[in-house]
């Protein structure tokens, strides 16, 4: 792990803990350049990555101070689909799904555009839906090219994907780019949740990236809209 996300999980902890206040000033990026032993570029991206979290904010010429919000972000995580809290939950100790497809394909074109292949390339297609209480709560589509990951087991895609290429391959994700859409749910898809035809959908396309800069996984999960919510923090505001 960089040493700048280890002192991000440090400090993100003193808030989470109360040990920093809603309007604490943080030291100084020459004191903390001291108490981590790491240089002012380091700090500084350390900064950049609370703020982006939505735990802190600047001042010009003042200093940075922790944001009254930022204990209230700890409750749902930012950036990502919250469901109930009880399902969340219960899916971060205990991931289970239900497989519907599982085979090597050669992609569509879109697909191969987003993880930058050729044309003979090929990927593993998953199709799945994590359950709560033996209910499905989303539908995956998942790739992930064979250039990359030569092996990818049924088991995996039971449970973590992501927990099986951590453990079996000398990789590092990085940063995931997300698109969001409101579609409509297809015949199979409202089978497969149990919800009335023509029921709206969260949608959000994922691409995920190693510490690289190759891309290493295309996903498109949707979400039942009455079950679902997206949190961010932007410093951008809609036109109003």
């Known amino acids: 792990m960089a040493k700048y996300k280890d002192i991000v999980k440090d400090i993100e902890g003193c808030i989470r803990r109360g040990d920093l206040q809603p309007y604490d000033q943080l030291p100084t990026v020459v004191e903390m350049t001291k108490a981590y032993h ?4 380091t700090i500084e991206q350390v900064m950049d990555e609370l703020e982006k979290r939505g735990l802190v904010s600047r001042k010009r010429g003042s200093g940075v101070y922790v944001k009254k919000v930022a204990t209230q972000s700890f409750d749902k995580p930012l950036n990502t689909i919250s469901l109930t809290d009880d ?8 991931p289970s799904c239900t497989v519907h497809e ?21 990927t593993f297609y998953i199709e799945r839906s994590h359950l ?22 049924l088991t995996s895609a039971e449970t973590s994907i992501r927990q099986w290429i951590d453990e079996n391959y ?4 990085d940063s995931f780019h997300k698109t969001l859409r409101a579609v409509t749910a297809s015949e199979r898809e409202c089978e497969i949740l149990g919800i009335p035809e023509g029921s709206p959908l969260l949608e959000v396309e994922q691409i995920g990236y190693l510490d690289d800069g190759r891309p290493f996984e295309s996903l498109v999960a949707r979400f039942p809209g009455d079950r679902s919510e997206y949190q961010t923090i932007d410093s951008d505001s809609l036109p109003v």
């Open 102 to 122: 599982f085979t090597v394909v050669k992609p569509d074109e879109h697909v191969r555009h987003e993880l930058g292949l050729h044309e003979f390339s090929f």
């Open 38 to 41: 790491v240089s002012r570029t």
């Open 132 to 153: 709560h209480e033996g209910q499905a709560i989303d539908v995956q589509y998942l790739y992930y090219p064979v250039e990359i990951f030569r092996d990818i087991r």
């Open 87 to 94: 399902i969340d939950a219960n899916l971060a100790k205990h």
């Open 170 to 173: 000398d990789v590092t994700p």
